[in-house]
T-cell receptor, first 112, second 114 residues
Framework: KQEVTQIPAALSVPEGENLVLNCSFT??????LQWFRQDPGKGLTSLLL?????REQTSGRLNASLDKSSGRSTLYIAASQPGDSATYLC???????????FGTGTRLKVLA | DAGVIQSPRHEVTEMGQEVTLRCKPI?????LFWYRQTMMRGLELLIY????????DSGMPEDRFSAKMPNASFSTLKIQPSEPRDSAVYFC????????????FGPGTRLTVT
């Protein structure tokens, strides 16, 4: 059974820092991995989608990497801003299922 | 496009009552997903549809839960009878297909059962 873990559960950093959020999964047979952002009281917003054949994806200050063999993904946020404060969730779609299994998230707070 | 639309945004009901949550997916999207989010269990997939047909309902917790998608632009999630442990935020999401595409989430319905 696929399990997805995110570390740390919470993170507080000063504005301007570069930071890394971690996601690990137990079964490497995945279709893709997606990173989401969730603001308090809101739905999820897709940030980056990495196909199983890809190693990384970039969007602006965000870069996500995928290492299927080790069951890990990282989300790198460059030059963090207070507006980046949110909960970040990674989700793994297991091969052949079309279902996402979500991690429990990392709650990020960027201090001005 | 207005994105995924859910109603109501908040629902407070008494134990034993029937609750119906509604979702309108993004026009042209063929797949629709219902999720539940709680502090204890995180975000869980309840059921998903492809081309209006239920594909996987293994996440539906009990027979008290049912979901329908009568057409491509509307879906409902019904709980009858409701219980306090059903209190959660219920999200609907849609995707262009059930394959490898981003899922677009609605704002959610916060359900409180007293």
């Amino acid at each position: 059974k696929q399990e997805v873990t995110q570390i740390p559960a919470a993170l507080s950093v000063p504005e301007g820092e570069n930071l890394v959020l971690n996601c690990s999964f137990t079964d490497s047979a995945i279709y893709n991995l997606q990173w989401f952002r969730q603001d308090p009281g809101k739905g999820l917003t897709s940030l980056l989608l990495i196909q199983s054949s890809q190693r990384e994806q970039t969007s602006g200050r965000l870069n996500a990497s995928l290492d299927k063999s080790s069951g890990r993904s990282t989300l790198y946020i460059a030059a963090s801003q207070p507006g980046d404060s949110a909960t970040y969730l990674c989700a793994v779609m297991a091969s052949g299922t079309y279902k996402y299994i979500f991690g429990t998230g990392t709650r990020l707070k960027v201090l001005a | 496009d207005a994105g995924v639309i859910q109603s109501p945004r908040h629902e407070v009901t008494e134990m034993g009552q029937e609750v119906t949550l509604r979702c309108k997916p993004i026009s042209g999207h063929n797949s629709l997903f219902w999720y539940r989010q709680t502090m204890m269990r995180g975000l869980e997939l309840l059921i998903y549809f492809n081309n209006n047909v239920p594909i996987d309902d293994s996440g539906m917790p009990e027979d008290r839960f049912s979901a329908k998608m009568p057409n491509a632009s509307f879906s409902t999630l019904k709980i009858q009878p409701s219980e306090p442990r059903d209190s959660a935020v219920y999200f609907c999401a849609s995707s262009p297909s059930q394959g490898s595409y981003e899922q677009y989430f609605g704002p959610g319905t916060r359900l409180t059962v007293t």
